[in-house]
């Protein structure tokens, strides 16, 4: 079965610093890893993700990830936070060889990180 | 520009009612999604389907069920709308050749 940890409820930084969200997963096999945002009241904006390749991916609104094989990890990061930038942050991972048909596979969400960027 | 659309915003219903959420896709994915949202929970998978007339069971499907009839339109029916469904509903569309999931809005539903 695959899952995702988002091991941190709540990340707090300051306008500015660096920002790192963290996301662990359980997969059997090579995972499909995604990064989303949701805004208040607003559904989901895909920000990034690793299929496969070069383990540093880049996104949308200057957020980067790293996939970490060794460490089952794709931490979010951000290299200086913006006050915008609060939101709630999902991982989502996805096995592919879990199909029920030609191309399809099940997501599994990360419980979501709230972060909150101080001026 | 994709473009995923939920029917409601905002939904108020009374317990035992029947409830319907409709989601539409103008992207012409075959996938499309229903989930709750739920704080410290995350995404649930309620219901997916794959084509028309076609749907399989997430990994919270009880109380719920869905109906999809032509390709872009997804629809979610409570029958017997109960307090414990009160909740964020997402949903999402994919392409077959593709691997991300396009999301709507959203519909904050509260039974009473």
């Known amino acids: 079965a695959q899952s995702v940890a988002q091991p941190e409820d709540q990340v707090n930084v300051a306008e500015g610093n660096p920002l790192t969200v963290k996301c662990t997963y359980s997969?059997?096999?090579?995972?499909?890893l995604f990064w989303y945002v949701q805004y208040p009241n607003r559904g989901l904006q895909f920000l990034l993700k690793y299929i496969t390749g070069d383990n540093l991916v880049k996104g949308s609104y200057g957020f980067e990830a790293e996939f970490n094989k060794s460490q089952t990890s794709f931490h979010l990061k951000k290299p200086s936070a913006l006050v915008s930038d609060s939101a709630l942050y999902f991982c989502?991972?996805?096995?592919?060889?879990?199909?029920?048909?030609?191309?399809?596979?099940?997501?599994?969400f990360g419980a979501g990180t709230q972060v909150v960027v101080t001026p | 520009d994709v473009k995923v659309t939920q029917s409601s915003r905002y939904l108020v219903k009374r317990t035992g009612e029947k409830v319907f959420l409709e989601c539409v896709q103008d992207?012409?994915?075959?996938?499309m999604f229903w989930y709750r949202q739920d704080p410290g929970l995350g995404l649930r998978l309620i219901y997916f389907s794959y084509d028309v007339k076609m749907k399989e069971k997430g990994d919270i499907p009880e109380g719920y069920s869905v109906s999809r009839e032509k390709k872009e339109r997804f629809s979610l029916i409570l029958e017997s709308a109960s307090t414990n469904q009160t909740s964020m509903y997402l949903c999402?569309?994919?392409?077959?050749?593709?691997?991300?999931?396009?999301f709507g809005p959203g519909t904050r539903l509260l039974v009473l």
């Open positions: 997969v059997s096999g090579n995972p499909y």
């Open positions: 999402a569309s994919r392409p077959n050749r593709g691997e991300t999931q396009y």
């Open positions: 992207m012409d994915h075959e996938n």
């Open positions: 989502a991972v996805r096995d592919p060889r879990v199909m029920t048909t030609d191309s399809w596979g099940k997501f599994q």
